[in-house]
């Protein structure tokens, strides 16, 4: 190989790494967006669970106070 030939095939190597670092940082930023979008959804999940449970506590709670009130009606009907 001449020191041309071997010139080039450094420069060819340098460009290949430099490529590859690029695209390691670019994954790395997408991880990092992922990672992000995960938590924001994890903390909606969490959200949405206290939601559905507070919903069903009122749902029990009037429904407790319907079964009260017929029970009522009931002792006024005997």
Do not use: W
């Not at 790395?28 to 967006?33: A, G, I, L, T």
């Not at 924001?40 to 709670?61: C, H, P, Y």
């Not at 009260?68 to 009606?73: A, C, G, V």
Request: glycine fraction near 4%; aromatic fraction near 4%.
């Amino acid at each position: 190989m001449s020191f041309e030939e071997n010139i080039d095939q450094f420069q060819l190597l340098e460009e290949k790494i430099d490529s590859l670092i690029e695209l390691i940082n670019s994954l790395k930023r997408e991880k990092e967006s992922f990672g992000e979008a995960s938590r924001l959804q994890e903390e909606k999940i969490i959200a949405l669970t206290q939601q559905v449970e507070s919903l069903n506590s009122g749902k029990d709670r009037a429904k407790q106070r319907i079964i009260s009130l017929l029970e009522k009606i009931e002792g006024i009907e005997a």
